[in-house]
């Protein structure tokens, strides 16, 4: 796949007021920083950033900075975005820039593929892992890690150890906990306990009433 | 329902609510979520209510996460009571809720009966909410 580009503007002016008055304008306030290069802060345009966003995370971006008549390219990845909770608007975002030939840690999805035999049983698939961090060169970036988890039963569990990358190496503890399938929760079943009491009490209350029949026919 | 053991100070101001929620407002457990778009209170009751309705929809399937735990007391003077004299006797524990707060997450099932659940909790809620799955946003 071809790397998206990414139009950026130099950022000159600073804080909450700035920041807002650019959101207002449908840009984003941004910074890209690196191992060998100092912080700059960025604009970006949010529909273009949204749309290189959805194609999937930590995807290699060409970043073409524009700073008045002067262009500047650089190869980045998006390492942080801070999101509105309620529009799903990015309001921030920092990019990374890789060095081609350097490792670099990222955050790999794990995707569970197929369904456990286990979960036909009745049992409920429980993800406990959904990232790793992943050390690998830029280019070998994995999308996503696929486990298959279609042989695990109930009370099985998986672990990071049992995943394999080709390349790359997981910074992740290989005990760690990936997936496991657990039996279904039973819920108590509170309305018939409920209906049982009352069937207890109306029969006692029956009894007492009999009781007390047959003392006033003795009296 | 779920409320505090023990608190240090028995008695609370009300507070304003104001702004987003600024955490918890993100899935972090399961695939679907039922988040909060109003701010307001929900007392231990509403969140149990909601709870029930979920679990009783989804069955034996699913596993259930409630993101949310009253631990803010409310205080209630008794009927026909002249003002002054203090302040009132603790009656309830609520959870001051902002925009954005996730309330309830679910995994192990369908999304459309994860929708339904989540519709049938949001009934017992005093608060306008929103069906949000992992990955999508929301829908609308």
């Known amino acids: 796949m071809p790397r998206p580009k990414l139009l950026a503007k130099l950022r000159t002016q600073f804080g909450k007021e700035a920041s807002r008055k650019l959101r207002r304008k449908g840009l984003v ?10 912080p700059v802060p960025l604009t970006l345009d949010t529909k273009e950033l949204m749309k290189t966003i959805h194609l999937g995370e930590n995807v290699l971006i060409d970043l073409m900075i524009q700073n008045g008549k002067k262009a500047a390219q650089k190869v980045v990845v998006v390492r942080d975005l801070q999101l509105d ?21 990222v955050e790999v999805p794990i995707v569970l593929v197929g369904k456990p035999e286990g979960v036909k049983m009745g049992g409920v698939m429980e993800q406990i892992t959904r990232e790793i961090t992943v050390e690998c060169l830029p280019a070998d970036i994995p999308q996503n890690i696929e486990v298959d988890v279609s042989h695990l039963d109930i009370g099985d569990t998986i672990h990071i150890g049992d995943i394999g990358l080709e ?38 209350v029956e009894e007492v009433a009999e009781e007390a029949g047959v003392e006033g026919e003795k009296e | ?19 987003r929620s600024p955490r918890g407002s993100s899935i972090n457990f399961g695939d679907y979520a039922l988040q909060a778009t109003q701010c307001g209170w929900l007392t231990t009751r509403q969140i149990e209510a909601a709870r029930i309705a979920i679990t009783r929809f989804v069955k034996r399937t699913g596993k259930v996460w409630i993101r949310v735990f009253a ?12 003002m002054g004299k203090g302040k009132g006797a603790p009656e309830d524990w609520v959870v001051v809720i902002r925009p954005g707060r996730i309330l309830y997450e679910m995994e192990g099932v369908a999304e459309d009966r994860a929708k339904e659940a989540f519709r049938l909790a949001s009934q017992k809620l005093p608060i306008a909410t929103r069906f949000i799955s992992r990955g999508k946003g929301h829908e609308g």
């Open chain 1, 29 to 38: 306030p941004a910074i890209c920083y690196g191992p060998r290069t100092d």
């Open chain 2, 1 to 19: 329902m779920l409320t505090p053991k023990k608190v240090k100070y028995r008695k609370m101001q009300k507070g304003r609510m104001k702004g």
């Open chain 1, 85 to 105: 909770p309620l529009k799903d608007q990015c309001i921030h975002a920092d990019l990374f820039e890789v060095v081609m030939d350097e490792e670099i840690s």
């Open chain 2, 71 to 82: 631990d803010k007391p409310v205080t209630k003077k008794p009927a026909e009571t002249r």
């Open chain 1, 167 to 204: 390349k790359g190496k997981i910074l992740v503890d290989s005990a760690t906990t990936l997936a496991t399938v657990v039996p279904p929760t039973v819920e108590k079943v509170v309305v018939e306990e409920e209906a049982e009491e009352e069937v207890a009490e109306a029969e006692e």
